[in-house]
């Protein structure tokens, strides 16, 4: 088990990490794994690193999946409107 400093610092460091830098880190975690040449605790670590990356960059997806709006045509003014993604959704479920 880790120290709880540690955690508090992984958490703080999974807060300010972009997207990008996240995913680019992910993808060297599974190369390093992908190897098969690494001391068990090491691969161990390696993975649970690759998971908390893999949850940080699931949630800071999903929020820009949120913060996505589209511009579309209403089908009566023929205007081009804003919506929320959801609201299309909905829509289109209609």
């Known amino acids: ?4 400093g ?6 703080k460091n ?4 972009d997207f990008e830098t996240g995913l ?6 599974v190369e390093r794994l ?9 691969a161990v670590s390696l993975f649970e690193e ?6 940080h960059c699931a949630k800071l997806l999903q929020k ?9 045509k209403d089908q009566e003014s023929g205007q081009i409107v804003e919506k929320e993604l959801d609201d299309i959704e909905q829509d289109l479920t209609l």
């Open 1 to 4: 088990m880790a120290p709880k």
């Open 6 to 11: 540690k955690d508090k610092k992984s958490k």
């Open 14 to 17: 999974e807060e300010v990490l």
């Open 24 to 29: 680019e880190r992910l993808q060297e975690i």
């Open 34 to 42: 992908e190897k098969q040449d690494l001391p068990l605790e090491q």
């Open 50 to 55: 690759g998971m908390k990356l893999s949850n």
């Open 64 to 72: 820009a999946e949120e913060r996505i709006k589209v511009l579309v």
